[in-house]
């Protein structure tokens, strides 16, 4: 019962009209209707059972303030891209950036990830989770915007090669609503790309060159492919 209004200082007594009760020091009543994304401020004020009139509390009037959110928060993977967009090939650590976005706040963000064999990684050394496994992110920024970052550490993680991996971030507000990020996908790949020299020809005599020229590729299940090629030259004794 009853409304929020711009002004006015409307105090209501605790009895059953509003749900109100009050036995042994302890009060409570049934709460009005809420709007999600506002802050309310509650007051309190006790009077005692002296006759004729009671005395009303004056000063030190109790009050707590408290927001409603109810808004799931945002969060997206930024780096890396999935696959097979280009820099999604990996052959180390992986790092996973990302931002967040809340109206009254971002308290953590942490993130997963699963092998294709669907299970998730440990957090220790092993992907031997069949439940997500959720690593706690670096995050900064202020409301409502914020950025994380995680590494997955060198050395404990020891994907296969060709395999997909799937990352996703999860973000927890003040409000400790949950929000999910779509899933990255990444491949691992640590084939190494092969090379040839096409002209000249090896062993040939010349007496004119205008170019040197060959081939540079990558083969295996998921290949990245060649980002370039180096060339070295030596010379020989006369």
Excluded: C, H
């Excluded at 009037?61 to 408290?66: H, L």
């Excluded at 967040?100 to 092998?115: C, D, L, N, R, W």
């Excluded at 990444?186 to 205008?210: E, K, M, Q, V």
């Amino acid at each position: 019962p009853g409304t929020f209004t711009l002004t006015g200082d409307n105090w209501v007594a605790l009895d059953p009209t509003i749900g109100g009760s009050f036995s042994g020091g302890v009060w409570s009543f049934t709460r009005p209707a809420l709007q999600d994304q506002y802050t309310y401020r509650v007051f309190v004020k006790a009077k005692d059972a002296a006759l004729p009139n009671g005395n009303m509390q004056s000063v030190e009037i109790a009050s707590i303030t408290f927001t409603v959110d109810n808004q799931t928060p945002g969060i997206a993977i930024t780096y890396p891209p999935t696959y097979p967009t280009l820099g999604s090939q990996r052959n180390a650590a992986i790092p996973v950036n990302g931002s967040a976005s809340s109206p009254f706040g971002i308290k953590g963000a942490s993130v997963t990830i699963q092998e294709d064999s669907n299970m998730y990684y440990d957090g220790v050394s092993t992907f031997s989770s069949v439940t997500p496994v959720w690593l706690n992110a670096a995050l900064s920024g202020t409301v409502p915007n914020y950025t994380f970052t995680y590494t997955f550490p060198p050395g404990t993680i020891a994907p296969s090669d060709g395999r997909n991996y799937r990352i996703q971030a999860k973000a927890l507000n003040n409000a400790n609503k949950e929000g999910l990020s779509s899933l990255v996908t990444i491949n691992w790949d640590t084939t190494r790309p092969g090379s040839g020299i096409d002209a000249p020809l090896n062993g040939a005599f010349l007496n004119l060159l205008t170019a040197i020229s060959g081939t540079a590729g990558e083969t295996g299940g998921t290949p990245s492919g060649v980002a370039g090629s180096q060339v070295q030259i030596q010379r020989g004794a006369a």
